[in-house]
Each structure stands twice: as C-alpha cells, then as structure tokens.
C-alpha cells in the first residue's frame, strides 16, 4: 500500500537524478518547471501530475508556451512521461494532461484510468547525440536572465 504524506509537499532528489547528463543539461527554467511540478506530488499522486497554465499560475508562471516547452524538454530528457492525453490531441478541451515522474512509481488512480507502473528511470537513458528536443526549441525563452541567487519563473 502506498504510503500519504500529510501536510506540506515535500520531495527528495536522488543524488543520481540531479547529477545524470540529463539533469545537467535541462534549461534553467526546465528545471524550474519540474521543482513547481514536483511540489503536487503528496505521495500517492504520481501520475495525476497537472501541468496546466491555471495550475501554475500561483507559482509565477505565465505563459503556456513556456510550460510546453519546459514539458516538451522534461519528456524529452526522461524525467516525466504523459499519463493522460487532454486538450485537443483528446478531442476535450476542457481536459488537461497529467503527467508522471519517471524516477517515482506511477500510482494507480481508476477513476483517471491510470494504471500503475515501477519507476522507469527514463533520465538514465539520455543521449545528447539523440535529443531532438534541443535541435528543435529556442532556448530564449527557457533561459534564466535572474540574478544566480534568485527566484526564477518564466515571464
């Protein structure tokens, strides 16, 4: 049985999570996105993971291109994998996307129809030779123009 964490959301980083080529190599505001997402999971909701705009606003975000494109490189380096189509791709548009953690097992929610599943560990599998991700996204707008010390969220 899966154990509920009560209270304030808190995670761990696996050491070898944050030191992974893939890790390293994200984008700044990449990152960033996968902190605010991390900060959902209560310990029994990997896979109901929301990524919408209206979700994040509260922590600054503001554009959802910006999440697309931080979501499209999460995926893309292994650190999260889609659980549930939404939007238009779905033929709903009043649904969104969940998402999981690769590094977490996913969590089995029936009423969202998400099966369970071990923790894949995705990330471990990055090649930067064959990351398609990067060729095909501006870093503008996912790069950092705050100071080392401060917050950063996208504009």
């Keep these: 049985m899966a154990q509920k964490f009560l209270g304030e959301p808190r995670y761990q980083v696996p050491r070898e999570l944050a030191d992974s080529l893939a890790f390293r190599s994200l984008p700044v505001a ?11 999971f209560r310990g029994c909701n990997n896979g109901n993971i929301n990524a919408a705009l209206s979700e994040l606003e509260h922590c600054n975000w503001r554009s959802s291109t910006t999440i697309a494109k931080g979501l499209r490189y999460l995926i893309g380096h292994g650190f999260i994998k889609e659980t549930r189509m939404g939007g238009k791709r779905a033929g709903k548009l009043k649904q969104c996307c969940l998402y999981a953690f690769t590094h977490l097992p996913i969590h089995v929610n029936t009423k969202l129809k998400i099966q369970g599943k071990e923790a894949t560990h995705d990330y471990r ?3 930067p030779n064959k990351n398609v991700v990067a060729a095909s ?12 010390n401060a917050s950063c969220r996208s504009t």
Excluded at 30 to 40: E, F, G, I, P, R
Excluded at 137 to 148: G, R, V, Y
């Design 30 to 40: 990449a990152k960033v996105l996968w902190h605010d997402l991390m900060m959902q």
């Design 125 to 127: 599998n990055f090649d």
């Design 137 to 148: 996204l501006s870093l503008q707008k996912m790069e950092c123009d705050a100071p080392h």
